[in-house]
């Protein structure tokens, strides 16, 4: 059975998409912990991060490092912060959090909610400067 995260990289479940290419889809977090949040996975399903392959993860890593310079030119912070959790969906993921200080990473702080418009809004961004990243 398909995780939640690879119905949302195959288009059966909606998300707000900031990047994409061959192997993976970065889209914004529904309940992020600040503006900009966005989840970087595999296409290819795989649960535990560390089971993907020395290349998959390479690859992985520098995608999510040009959907960082995205997120960082379209929401001006000190750092992109990158959290490796893996237990709330069983797909391997990447979050990334500009930060204003390391409090912005705490996972235990309130979640912020965002209107379907302001999600698309903040997608939008991220997205152009990451074409304009990859240009």
């Given at each position: 059975?398909?995780?939640?995260?690879s119905?949302?990289?195959?288009?059966?479940?909606p998300?707000y998409?900031?990047?994409?290419?061959?192997?993976?889809?970065?889209?914004?977090?529904?309940n992020?912990?600040?503006?900009?949040?966005?989840?970087?996975?595999?296409?290819?399903e795989?649960?535990?991060?560390?089971?993907?392959?020395?290349?998959?993860?390479?690859?992985?890593?520098?995608?999510?490092?040009?959907?960082?310079?995205?997120?960082?030119?379209?929401?001006?912070?000190?750092?992109?912060g990158?959290?490796?959790?893996?237990?709330?969906?069983?797909?391997?993921?990447?979050?990334?959090?500009?930060?204003?200080?390391?409090?912005?990473?705490?996972?235990n702080?309130?979640?912020?909610?965002?209107?379907?418009?302001?999600?698309q809004?903040?997608?939008?961004?991220?997205?152009?400067?990451?074409?304009?990243?990859?240009a």
């Amino acid at each position: 059975m398909a995780t939640i995260f690879s119905k949302i990289a195959a288009g059966e479940i909606p998300s707000y998409k900031c990047a994409e290419n061959e192997h993976f889809y970065a889209f914004l977090d529904i309940n992020p912990l600040v503006k900009g949040h966005t989840l970087v996975i595999p296409k290819r399903e795989v649960d535990y991060i560390f089971d993907l392959t020395d290349e998959e993860i390479g690859a992985m890593q520098v995608f999510a490092k040009h959907v960082a310079i995205a997120i960082k030119k379209a929401f001006p912070c000190i750092k992109v912060g990158q959290a490796i959790l893996g237990l709330e969906v069983p797909h391997a993921h990447i979050h990334l959090i500009p930060m204003q200080s390391e409090k912005d990473m705490n996972f235990n702080n309130p979640k912020l909610t965002f209107t379907d418009e302001e999600f698309q809004a903040i997608a939008k961004a991220i997205r152009e400067n990451y074409e304009n990243e990859k240009a």
